[in-house]
């Protein structure tokens, strides 16, 4: 039998983190986007969660627990229910930590892990979308040539986050007819980064352009060393963005109803209007439907198993009906979906922003 319900350490994890959500992010969100800043003592808060350094090992300076995809999926979830923007934040280093602790050598993993076992937030992203309409994941125009006894890398990057203090940069680069994940530091030479970009959603997130001039690396720079399986990334990838959106959804929803519920028009509550409950229907399935989505491919990660097909239906299907759920809800509130008084114009910028995002968090 398949049951869709979470274990009980999974229960207290999810309570945990929304009170968190609730009491810390919720009340920085509209501030933080109005800033175009997120203040480093929220992000310091946000680290002391562990989202990082828990499934670290001990030799690291971790707390060496297993790591369940299921259950970031459901921290995830409940981070971006506070606030998107603050979760992708949060959830930026993992990705390129995740890929070190997974699929990197030794000697990388000594050098860079214990970076993220610290007391204060510590920023390093994985550098996967590029600034072409064209852009494809697995086919990125970004390559790396032999140079010596290492590779010259050529190629640009956008919205990477943490652009503006992130220590290193996970660059994917085709590498002889396939692809590879190169370990840059910011201060590689050849290396140009951009000011911060101005994004329609997700403003919070310091986000910038990489350009990339012939940048000369060592051998070792490539994660793994010989070679690591990009695939693996970006479906970590795919289903962490899946459970942000299905975050940002359940938002929506839940401020939807009692919005509803209140507001009156003709002596009745619009919930009680055909038209406003239908939506309101429509919103509740859709977002139960990315959680289904989503805990499959997770499961998927967590056995071990090739999940790219999972973390794509997931991740597509999350992009496609976050966007409807947070127009839903800008419906449903009317005029008042329009003003920055409620949160809802707010998340239909970050569901629109968070739709065409690929290589950005992890799980």
């Given at each position: ?113 214990p970076l993220f076992c610290g ?104 994660l793994g060393g010989d070679g ?81 097909q999972f973390a794509h239906h ?50």
């Open positions: 039998m398949i049951s869709f319900k979470p274990t009980e350490e999974q229960a207290v994890v999810r309570e945990a983190l929304h009170d968190f959500a609730d009491q810390v992010i919720r009340p920085a969100a509209r501030e933080c986007d109005e800033a175009s800043a997120i203040p480093g003592e929220l992000l310091d808060q946000t680290w002391e969660l562990g989202l990082v350094s828990t499934s670290i090992p001990e030799a690291y300076g971790g707390a060496g627990e297993d790591r369940s995809p299921i259950t970031n999926a459901i921290v995830a979830e409940e981070l971006a229910w506070g606030d998107a923007t603050v979760a992708t934040a949060a959830l930026a280093p993992a990705a390129f930590a995740n890929a070190i602790l997974d699929q990197g050598t030794d000697e990388q993993r000594q050098e860079l892990l007391e204060k937030f510590h920023a390093a992203s994985l550098a996967w979308v590029e600034p072409d309409a064209t852009f494809e994941p697995l086919l990125p125009r970004t390559i790396a040539e032999p140079k010596g006894a290492g590779f010259a890398l050529s190629g640009a990057k956008s919205f990477v986050p943490f652009g503006d203090t992130a220590s290193h940069f996970l660059v994917v680069a085709r590498n002889n007819g396939g692809h590879d994940a190169f370990i840059v530091p910011r201060d590689a030479e050849g290396l140009t980064i951009s000011e911060p970009e101005k994004n329609l959603g997700l403003r919070a997130l310091p986000t910038a352009t990489l350009e990339l001039e012939r940048v000369e690396l060592p051998a070792s720079a490539r690591s399986d990009i695939r693996r990334l970006l479906n970590h990838s795919r289903a962490a963005l899946a459970a942000v959106m299905t975050g940002l959804s359940r938002a929506v929803v839940e401020y939807a109803i009692p919005y509803a519920k209140d507001r009156r028009a003709f002596d009745q509550a619009i919930a009680q209007k055909q038209g406003i409950a239908f939506k309101l229907s429509d919103m509740h399935i859709e977002t139960d439907s990315m959680r289904w989505l989503t805990w499959k491919a997770a499961s998927q990660l967590e056995q071990g198993a090739d999940a790219l997931a991740r597509a299907y999350a992009a496609k009906q976050c966007m409807f759920v947070a127009d839903e809800g800008v419906q449903v509130l009317g005029g008042h979906g329009f003003i920055r008084e409620h949160p809802v114009e707010m998340w239909y910028r970050n569901a629109r922003t968070l739709g065409v995002l690929e290589g950005t968090v992890g799980l």
